[in-house]
């Protein structure tokens, strides 16, 4: 089979399964632009229904319900002797006490299965990949409240999915308006110091939307703005928040436009000044932030990095720059312009796989069931990138320095040891490496694998080669 086959379901795709690389040799680019679609971005309503998915408002509202029942049972708990709640076996007959599952935890794992089982089954996986990448780019934390754990998943479907063929800008004012992004960066309390909230003297301006906006989301560090920059964009977004559990603003929620927290008056952002509005006037500076030389740079350089080599070619992130300006963040004229990149298909396989990617390509090549989402996101946590919970606003990295430790190795090996135990297909290691991997299997795995001393051994070893480990 031909490299640029192998290169394209491995570092454009999610990784071979059994069968593809005969199907896609043919025309490696073709196949990848032919999976460009808008809609495969998309999580099916059939699959959406199937999982139960309920959107942000009413995971939200769930979410509301679950944290008010925590509350009340915490207050009833009040001044009950230990014992009463203590198992039966120790208290001589009461009842025992039975945590009940957190509601955000079970909305978490049912937006991970849809998320999980779109990445396995794609087709090679590039726009799943693109999702990702987004997705992290945007990213919010599960981890730091129960309302994000509920919201997470959603987030992703609302905000980046129906976005990553579209227009960037398009995205970006997605992601800043969702709840989600919302309540992560503290937008929710934000207030316009001369707003008639303001005027109460209660909460003050937040600029950590702000500022991530400028230096994770658009511009970059570097990017050429100032901290009075951050300080105006945040007054221009301040009344950005969303409708909590009493429903005084809204549908609880939901997105709403709060008058009365905004910061009236023109503001000036990056030298452009934006007439007070309202709600549109943060639109149009997030529009003017999207169409920024530095963010097309900082975007491209971002892309680069993760289509082609941790030290991106400058030449590829030029191209990808331009491509970006000139059609005005199409993100999938953008898309295209990475698989007509030269680097992309010369570059050597250096690229080390990330937990996400690792975990993924062991299950489309083995078959490995992703029903229950538990094992999965226990090995993602394992190895140290939790599904929607990155560590800060900056997302997970990108590069092989921060995936391949000695420690992460180790854990890497625990991990295709696990999966080879688990591995129920008839396959032959070797034959099964060679469908991932084709004509780039060294010789050395070659003969590693047939001299290994078990099937089990062998598709260990086949898992933990420098084939299967980097894209």
């Known amino acids: 089979m031909s490299i640029d086959a192998v290169t394209a379901l491995n570092r454009f795709g999610l990784g071979a399964r059994p069968g593809d690389l005969a199907r896609v040799a043919p025309d490696p680019r073709g196949a990848l632009r032919a999976e460009l679609k808008p809609d495969r971005a998309l ?68 937006e991970a299965a849809a998320r999980l089982a779109m990445a396995r089954d794609a087709e090679i996986g590039f726009v799943e990949r693109l999702v990702m990448f987004w997705s992290n780019h945007f990213c919010v934390s599960a981890g730091k409240a129960p309302l994000l754990r509920a919201s997470a998943g959603a987030f992703e479907r609302e905000a ?14 997605a992601v800043e ?41 658009t511009l970059g560090v570097g990017g050429g703005y100032t901290q009075a920059d951050v300080t105006a964009l945040a007054r221009v977004i301040t009344g950005w928040t969303f409708a909590g559990r009493e429903g005084r603003i809204g ?38 932030l999207a169409r920024h030389p530095a963010t097309a740079r900082h975007v491209a350089t971002k892309l680069v990095r993760h289509f082609v080599a941790d030290d991106p070619p400058p030449a590829a992130v030029e191209r990808i720059a331009a491509v970006f300006t000139e059609r005005d963040g199409d993100l ?52 140290g990138q939790p599904l929607w919970e990155p560590p800060g606003p900056n997302g997970y990295p990108d590069t092989a320095a921060d995936w391949a430790s000695p420690e992460n190795m180790k854990l890497r090996l625990d991990l295709c040891a696990a999966a080879a135990h ?22 050395e795995t070659r003969d590693a694998i047939p001299r290994a001393e078990s099937r089990e051994q062998g598709l260990a070893l086949a898992l933990m080669s420098p084939e299967f480990q980097r894209r």
């Open 251 to 288: 549908e609880p929620g939901v997105f709403t436009f709060d008058a009365a927290w905004h910061e009236p008056g023109d503001q000036t952002v990056l030298g452009r000044v934006y007439p007070g509005g309202g709600f549109g006037q943060g639109e149009a500076a997030l529009n003017d």
């Open 177 to 217: 308006r969702h709840p989600a992004m919302l309540f992560y960066l503290d937008n929710v309390r934000s207030v316009g110091p001369a707003s008639r909230a303001g005027a109460k003297g209660k909460r003050g301006l937040n600029e950590n939307l702000a500022r991530e906006t400028l230096e994770l989301h």
């Open 332 to 383: 999938r004229a953008v898309a295209s312009a990475l698989v007509d990149l030269p680097e992309a298909w010369s570059a050597p396989m250096a690229k080390v796989r990330s937990p996400a990617d690792l975990v993924i390509a062991v299950a489309r090549l083995t078959g490995a069931p992703l029903r229950d989402p538990g094992p999965t996101l226990g090995a993602l946590h394992t190895l």
């Open 160 to 173: 980046i999915r129906p976005h990553v063929l579209g227009r960037f800008a398009d995205m970006l004012v």
């Open 422 to 443: 688990a591995y129920k297909g008839g396959t032959d290691p070797l034959a099964l490496i060679e469908a991932a991997a084709g004509n780039a299997l060294s010789p």
């Open 43 to 110: 999580v099916s309503p059939e699959a959406v229904e199937a999982a139960g998915l309920a959107g942000t408002a009413g995971d939200m509202r769930a979410a509301f319900v679950a944290e008010a029942e925590r509350r009340a049972q915490r207050e009833s708990l009040k001044g009950i002797a230990l014992p009463a709640i203590l198992p039966s076996a120790m208290t001589g007959g009461s009842p025992p006490f039975k945590p009940q599952p957190f509601t955000e935890g079970l909305i978490f794992r049912a």
